[in-house]
């Protein structure tokens, strides 16, 4: 069993989702769209609402782990053998396949 995520830990993701660059933020839209779509609500075309607290805890943990990487400064893990642009590596460039376009903004709740 995964452990649910405290106050604590929902307000540090909540704080860290506002530092990390829009592509990346477009990757935690569609990693959430595609494990928790009731977490995500679409107030317009360029404006949507995170629900942490509708966040499954195996879900929060994984996308946290995410943003964690993506904050500036981060120390992130080079890619085995390969040379490619920041966040190469498995499902990082179907945020932009699908859907179109990115939301511009996003606010947790």
Not at 70 to 76: I, T
Not at 98 to 107: H, I, T, V
Request: a positive charge; glycine letters at 8%.
């Amino acid at each position: 069993m995964v452990r649910p995520p405290s106050l604590m830990d929902k307000k540090m993701f909540s704080q860290n989702i506002y530092n990390i660059s829009s592509e990346d933020l477009g990757r935690v839209v569609h990693m959430l769209d595609q494990r928790c779509e009731a977490c995500i609500k679409k107030i317009d075309p360029e404006d949507i609402e995170i629900d942490i607290d509708s966040i499954d805890a195996a879900t929060f943990w994984a996308v946290d782990a995410f943003v964690k990487e993506c904050l500036p400064g981060a120390k992130k893990a080079p890619a085995a053998g390969k040379k490619g642009p920041k966040g190469a590596g498995a499902g990082s460039s179907s945020a932009a396949a699908e859907g179109g376009s990115k939301p511009k903004k996003a606010r947790t709740t």
